[in-house]
């Protein structure tokens, strides 16, 4: 790195302020109105688009990591994946509390230049569509779809359409999952051609741990984790995955498990900071303009409520939660199996 | 407003996205260093300018509110300035909480593009600057003068120094302190031309509540509001400002002062709020590059310990409240004097 | 105040730490089982009852203000209600986000002392139903009423069924709304005995702004504004309460409108904070618990989401938000009135 | 678990909901004088005390790991660590946070019962300064001692003393950083019995990247990693400990590094929320009290910036990072090395 070489670096150059600072042109200016808030309601919509692109661009990152087609544990691919995804929730939680800034606008103030925006709307964001799309939103699953294409630019309805057949995050983690080194151990997969010693095991204890009531829940069990050689109907996760997951939720004290747990987890707090937003949304909208129709024509609040319930990308290991044991319930892992989950000392 | 003529309004359009997401060029990609982190540190920084940028929208519709030369109660002025600087609060509490987000770049990862950045440095954040200034700063009162004017371009020292120039919300406040209407009221002045009737009274009955040690303050009290022509040494607050704000804490329940009051409240809040940005800012910086020097040749965090300490700016407002007495002692307000705070109808 | 006699106070005396600091209890230390968690749970729940304490503390002073049959307006009555309400909100912003302390806590960890909880359950939190009613949630409108009826004890449903009974904030609000001042004002209500001269103003601007589409609004506006001479079917608020509440909401400039404002506002504040609680709430059971019915025996999250979309209690005073007409379609306020809505000086 | 046999659970018995919610006795009852606020008062500490007993739990559990003779790599015991003290900060992201409620309690309602307290003070928290002593802090290092030893009662500076003389985090964190086991890898100390091979390197990359003014930096380094066969005067970390302290930092990619440099990145996290909370507690007391002693006789918020800057437990870990080098710089890492601090697998 040749230091004396380089051109001197000044602020303001190099964060282009001639460009982020003067890319702000209220509407109700242009028309002579004053509307002294336009100005709040421009600033805040572009710093979530500042935001937004960072959020792509981690995202970006972490998904080249997991096309990798081996991921080898030595490297710091999992570690720098984790560490991504934290940023990202740390943003979403920046997002989540700047509704409040956007929230000391009144009803009253916004209905000073409300109708000069016309027919743009929140919902043309294409970073955030694009967002939703790498983490793993297919087009179907979207909330108001037939809506959407029309809202939109032909070429921007085509940076999402692309975005959303590219491999997403959803469908790389489970192919990760399903690749996890732990199941070659003999001891875990037993001698059985299609059954897992270790997964005969916890689906005994499983069954004991039901009462009558609750008996049905061991369908759902099997439905999941073992009756299926393929992706079982409306799920994302195959059954290997669903299998190492749960695994990884339950062991995740061994050494090799730690990191592969903490992006579990930081997958899910990902999904609850996004619906924090939506939600935290929802409510600056209800306040905003009641139960009128968005600018862009949508239905406000209820669009956004709808998009709220139906947007989880990882719901899937959420819902594993649900069949983990106690600790005391668990089958004792095998010696073998210890050692190949530790470090080399 | 006529709707029907207007061009539509497309959402990147109106935002200038084009501008706003096309201006993040890291240095390192320009030398073929790989640092994934850079993006973060332009875009967060960006960001912060957007704050700015509003924050001085803002401060400078309030300024302009001060600068009449009278401002009539019944008029939205105060009750604007008041909703203005909680928002301002607001955009502060973003920023501080912000700091989290650059906090997630680890001191190795800074490293990778740190030294591409010289000279470049926070300190050369005009739009800073001028919040300071529009505040109340002087440039006597910077911390680091001489640093400051070395590390700028001759224009935007100007520009600094314009802003330095203009009557400050600080002036503005104490300006509009001193004229408040009640002092007219017959029974708050008193018949002696000298002194104002409630201020004997109250001055009485702040010595009744001194104990022998603290005998001394008596000094202080009569300095800031008694003993005085002209503005005390070294205060910025003139002692008919000093004494109006008194009033104005002791009786904010009293209608026409309730608005003043909430303005005092927001003022020493957004000071609050700039100095926990200050003191966080500490920690980011002494997480991120230690004892080192900053990029912009500053001795870093201990420059921006300086300024934590030194640039309060409404200081002397939260000092008042050392002179405080409890409702139980305070002097009975006379019938035409309450009469006078309250509404018409 | 006779300082010197009074016994001095010792801190941990004054804050009863020996009850606060001896109240935690593991079930799981009485079994002889280790789950260091369990430790937390209490505490964190103890923490959210300190808070409900001090929440019901403050509501009680709110409701004790609305419920004299006059308030006037130069009594510090109104000023002190948004200032506790204010508090309310910065408590439940505080308990928002204490939830992300639980969150810590993995499923894993909980499963660890779970079962002995049995069945006990958040929902006997009897302060946060006091609270509901408090604010006027009906028993009728509760989500899940038999089954909350089977979970308390007799001694608990009467705690709660006696807050159902006592005037809530909801009703109270409804009358202190009804009773305006301004409504007096001859140019406000006009010659007509029916009819208020603002009011057919404002329907006619209002009529003026709805395209084809929306013709049926009108409907809805005359339903809650207009033709009800009682309560419109379904809703807390009368038509004079809900016209008054608009009118603040259009006038809040004006002096005697502005604290009555930040009432209404604060009041879908408080909504909004508890909205966003039970929804944080809902994500930390869905990560603890998944799809398992709470400890309770209730069907976790989905109770919750149940409560969190039904129980709303200023619901209608945010939607009057849809009927709001821009500045600029405004009806003049008549002289007379504009005087009267100010203040004496 | 014998589920079946255990009597139900109630939540307010197994809260102990009576201790908790009636431990509030507002010294301006017995009094007889009205002063709302003291609930907050008394209800605010109380939750302060409840998080400060479930910090001292999560702490001690901390501290008996780290006071293990040899804590293996394979055991859960550095990850329950660092998830302990994760919390330790989200709990004081609370406490930080939990301020903001405090301070809309306004100076003037606080003087309607703040003499009745004297002397209490939260100077006498006894929980916080055993947070502070099993952290590290030593008697020797408190701003104002000797003040700090008439406040409390000779019990309760038993208590504190008592704290003060177990080993601290401080002191157990230097012996285990001192016995990392990568140091006995042959590559990585070399031949010569008194430097270690990689050491050398380093220090040969640091001298490069000086430049003549920083010379004296050589000093320093050598005298905090090199120079020293004891503790270097005036520090807690051996060079022993510091130079692996630094090894972490630099090369935590490597497996076995992971967790240990989330270690020692969760200390500082500690360490900057403790102080994030003096912090605003300064702001809160300046705002409360302005100048005033507190009521202990303390100077208020002179004590507290006293307390601010001279109490950070980790800031020589702190401090390391002035010495770290850029990734392009740093001596590469010998294969067996490498291999050491790798997964089995």
Chains 1, 2, 3, 4 share one sequence.
Request: glycine share 4%; hydrophobic share 40%.
């Amino acid at each position: 790195m040749e230091k004396k070489e380089r051109k001197p670096v000044y602020y303001s150059e190099y964060l282009q302020l001639d460009k982020i600072l003067n890319a702000q042109q209220p509407e109700s200016e242009k028309e002579g109105i004053k509307a002294d808030d336009e100005m709040l309601f421009i600033v805040i919509h572009q710093a979530y688009e500042l935001w937004f692109k960072q959020i792509l661009h981690e995202l970006e990152i972490v998904r080249k990591i997991f096309n990798q087609s081996n991921i080898h544990h030595n490297t710091p691919d999992i570690y720098n994946s984790v560490h991504r995804l934290k940023r990202v929730c740390k943003i979403l939680e920046v997002a989540v509390m700047q509704m409040g800034v956007l929230e000391t606008m009144t009803p009253l103030d916004f209905l000073d230049f409300r109708d000069l925006l016309r027919p743009a709307s929140g919902f043309q964001s294409i970073q955030f569509k694009m967002i939703e799309a790498t983490l793993g939103l297919h087009y179907e699953q979207r909330h108001g779809k037939a809506y959407y294409l029309s809202q939109l630019t032909p070429s921007d309805v085509d940076r999402v359409k692309q975005a959303e057949h590219e491999l997403s995050l959803l469908v790389l983690i489970d192919k990760w999952l399903a690749r996890m080194p732990f199941v070659n151990n003999k001891e875990y997969w037993g001698d059985d051609n299609n059954k897992s010693a270790f997964w005969t095991k916890y689906r005994d204890a499983y069954t004991d741990g039901l009462s009558e009531a609750e008996k049905q829940n061991l369908m759902v069990f099997d439905s999941i984790f073992i009756n299926t050689t393929d992706y079982p109907v409306g799920r994302s996760f195959c059954a290997e995955a669903s299998r190492n997951a749960m695994f990884i939720m339950l062991y995740r004290d061994q050494p090799l498990l730690q990191l592969p747990y903490e992006l579990l987890t930081i997958l899910l707090e990902v999904d609850e900071q996004l619906s924090m937003w939506r939600h935290r949304h929802i409510h600056m909208v209800q306040r905003t303009i009641g139960k009128r129709v968005g600018t862009g024509g949508s239905t406000g609040a209820e669009y956004l409520r709808g998009a709220a319930d139906s947007h989880y990308i990882f719901k899937e290991l959420a819902e594993l939660t649900s069949f983990l044991l106690p600790r005391h319930m668990l089958p004792e892992l095998p010696k073998s199996l210890i050692d190949d989950l530790g470090y080399k000392q």
